[in-house]
């Protein structure tokens, strides 16, 4: 992941619970509860959201982890008192997860972004950036599977625009009867649109994500006096 990456403020974590045995068993994936499990492609969001705002995001446009973990609380309880749900099976638990790269050299760049996530209650996957093949999504799908064949997926959340490694192994999950939503931004996330079986969820659409609104322009919403929309990168790129 690259400097400019977003990063959550670093809030200061509440004492540790009691049962705090209970949520390391739940991220060493010892607790038997069936999860909702939420993986966030760090990289590819990082991407969607510098493409939406033409570079690096001020403080007002970094994604703030905490809010999406409350909506995440939401989302698990909803599950978890579903009308599917037998009373054997009504333990459900939240998972997240953030899986990124790091640059050789920015470590400590890096760090107060993952200590902020984890002091959240995310955990966090991190792998060096050693080439371009060097991304996280088979770390992802591998996650997803020890998951979906171990504990058991209640629902699945996956934060990311790449239809090309996701869509069908979500359509897979799909198959099992577990309800799958994406998160990404809708300039970015067709596939996931377009696919029935899939919820998307803007990322934006999330209650506080953002402090202010993106400055989203879309081919579908243009001032009657028409928008300039800038190069995603520049021309210059082409050399490389």
Avoid: C
Avoid at 22 to 29: L, M, N, V, Y
């Amino acid at each position: 992941m690259s400097d400019d990456s977003p990063k959550p403020e670093i809030i200061t974590p509440p004492p540790a619970p009691a049962g705090g045995k209970g949520f390391s068993e739940t991220i060493a994936g010892q607790s038997a509860a069936s999860r909702v499990l939420l993986v966030w492609d760090a990289p590819n969001m990082d991407m969607g959201l510098g493409a939406i705002l033409g570079g690096r995001p001020t403080a007002a446009y970094r994604p703030r982890f905490d809010a999406l973990g409350r909506w995440l609380l939401q989302r698990t309880a909803e599950i978890s008192a579903g009308p599917l749900r037998s009373e054997a099976s009504r333990r459900v638990e939240p998972e997240a997860t953030v899986f990124t790269n790091i640059v050789p050299g920015s470590a400590d760049v890096v760090r107060p972004w993952v200590d902020a996530l984890r002091n959240v209650g995310y955990a966090v996957f991190a792998k060096p950036k050693l080439s371009d093949d060097s991304d996280v999504d088979d770390d992802m799908l591998d996650h997803i599977e020890l998951r979906r064949h171990t504990v058991g997926l209640a629902g699945l959340i996956v934060a990311s625009a790449d239809g090309q490694a996701f869509r069908e192994p979500l359509l897979d999950v799909v198959s099992d009867g577990i309800p799958v939503t994406v998160i990404g931004f809708r300039e970015h996330a067709s596939w996931a649109l377009t696919t029935e079986e899939l919820e998307f969820v803007d990322l934006e659409d999330i209650p506080a994500v953002f402090r202010e609104p993106l400055p989203r322009i879309g081919l579908d919403s243009l001032p009657d006096d028409g928008a300039w929309l800038t190069p995603f990168r520049p021309l210059q790129a082409l050399l490389h």
